[in-house]
Structures are given as structure tokens and as C-alpha cells.
């Protein structure tokens, strides 16, 4: 007597694997997608602490400069790059920002940011940085 498994066995099998991968993708990629923005939303931050300390270590002014066209988020002294993170190459997020920079003094303040909004997005999950005008960062 030989063992196996009928056609239509295999077929059943199959068909219930693809049922299950159609149902748990969209949930997969949702989560993939959050995980992303949070994971930008981090960087940014980051990025701004970087940005505040670096300001007041040199007791110079540091310029962080959102770049909506590439998602990319430059911190800068003078003409001197600290950091520059391409983060709509990366994590395929998208960066928008009301204001194109905001920039922190020797003292630690921020000038110019007047409650700056900065909005990651991805699919459907986005997540929303905001400088209040003395640089302080909420997310």
C-alpha cells in the first residue's frame, strides 16, 4: 500500500496557505509601516538633542535643516556637516515640515522654529514631531 497524499489534499493545503498569507499581509505591512515612522520619529529627535548640546558644547548657533523634497534632515555648524540623514532613501518615509529649519543658539533656545511641525509619513501611519518656539521637542 502506498502513502501520499491526493491532488485535491494538496490543493486544499495550498489554497488554505494562501487564505492565511492574504489575511495576515495587510496587518504585516501596517505594522512594518508604524514601525518605520517610529523608528524616523527617533531619528529626528535625535537628530534635534544632537542639535541643542552641539549648540551649547561650541556656544555657536546649529542649523537643522529639513529637507521636504529628499525626507532628509541635515544638522549643520557654519559651513561644517554634522550629520545628514537621507531618511526618505532609507525607510521610505515621507518629511514635511511648515518650516525648512529651525536653529539652536549657544544658550540652547531655539530660533525661528515658532512651533514647528514635522510629519513622517508612511502608508498610513504618521507621526508628528513639534519644536515649540524655545526648541523644545514633542512627539
Do not use: C, W
Not at 541635515?74 to 518629511?95: F, K, Q, S
Amino acid at each position: 500500500m502506498r502513502r501520499g497524499l491526493t491532488l485535491t489534499e494538496v490543493a486544499v493545503v495550498a489554497a488554505i496557505i494562501v487564505l492565511i498569507g492574504a489575511i495576515g499581509t495587510p496587518a504585516l505591512l501596517r505594522r512594518l509601516d508604524r514601525s518605520k515612522v517610529r523608528h524616523v520619529t527617533s531619528e529626528v529627535v535625535s537628530a534635534l538633542a544632537l542639535a541643542r548640546t552641539t549648540a551649547v558644547a561650541r556656544e555657536t548657533r546649529v542649523s537643522v535643516i529639513f529637507d521636504s523634497t529628499r525626507s532628509a534632515i541635515i544638522v549643520a555648524v557654519g559651513r561644517d556637516t554634522l550629520i545628514a540623514r537621507m531618511l526618505g532613501d532609507v525607510y521610505g518615509v515621507e518629511l514635511r515640515s511648515n518650516r525648512d529649519s529651525t536653529v539652536y543658539g549657544p544658550t540652547g533656545l531655539g530660533y525661528g522654529a515658532a512651533n514647528q511641525s514635522v510629519i513622517i509619513r508612511r502608508g498610513a501611519a504618521v507621526d508628528t514631531v513639534v519644536i515649540s518656539r524655545l526648541g523644545r521637542v514633542r512627539y
